[in-house]
């Protein structure tokens, strides 16, 4: 996902407080339990791995029930009442929207999150409990921006998921939307551009 910083916190607000101040913003916010958070922008790299994984998904589910659709799409959390933005979203079948917003909606099947330094604990973490919840969610994808890694989460059972972790030269298979990613076609010119975290060394081709 996007950076967030500590400075972008407000108050304490409503879903429909949210949602009406979302519609007249120029800056995208998160909604988390009562809090907006406002989305800064992301590093080179994570916006190359973000759009290179969403035009795969786009070719690979080319035919398919299923679309792939980019950071700009709102998904709202049924149980926890939270409106999130990730970096990719897979909606397989008929879309679902919130009953209040119709631009949000509630039944990802995948979602791709590529990880930086100030958001890695969260979408590893506390945002992924929020998502599990949501009952068609099956496969959780985050891509690693520092180092080629990517990491699955499948859902086996409501409350059993198995991890998967695949590096440089594999194939990551998402079982879900029957689609296989090529690992290094994703990261492909990744490590020419800047990350999040210019001390870092350059890794990977």
Not at 53 to 59: E, H
Not at 150 to 167: C, F, M, N, Q
Not at 179 to 193: H, K, N, S, T
Request: charged fraction near 30%; hydrophobic fraction near 35%.
């Amino acid at each position: 996902m996007t950076t967030v910083t500590d400075a972008s916190r407000r108050l304490v607000v409503t879903e429909a407080m949210y949602l009406a101040m979302e519609r007249a913003a120029v800056v995208k916010h998160e909604l988390r339990d009562g809090e907006m958070w406002a989305m800064a922008g992301a590093s080179p790299r994570h916006n190359r791995l973000a759009s290179r994984c969403i035009a795969d998904l786009d070719a690979a589910l080319r035919g398919k029930p299923c679309v792939p659709l980019g950071s700009d799409q709102r998904v709202q959390v049924p149980a926890t009442g939270s409106y999130c933005y990730p970096d990719v979203t897979v909606l397989c079948g008929e879309a679902q929207y919130h009953h209040e917003d119709a631009d949000s909606i509630i039944n990802p099947r995948v979602i791709v999150e590529v990880l930086s330094r100030t958001t890695q604990k969260d979408d590893r973490g506390a945002k992924f409990e929020e998502y599990r919840s949501i009952q068609c969610f099956d496969e959780y994808v985050l891509i690693w921006q520092d180092r080629v890694k990517v990491e699955v989460r499948r859902r086996e059972s409501p409350k059993r998921w198995a991890i998967d972790e695949h590096g440089a030269g594999e194939i990551v298979e998402l079982r879900s939307i029957g689609v296989r990613l090529d690992i290094d076609a994703l990261y492909e010119g990744a490590f020419a551009l800047r990350g999040d975290d210019p001390d870092l060394p350059r890794q990977g081709t």
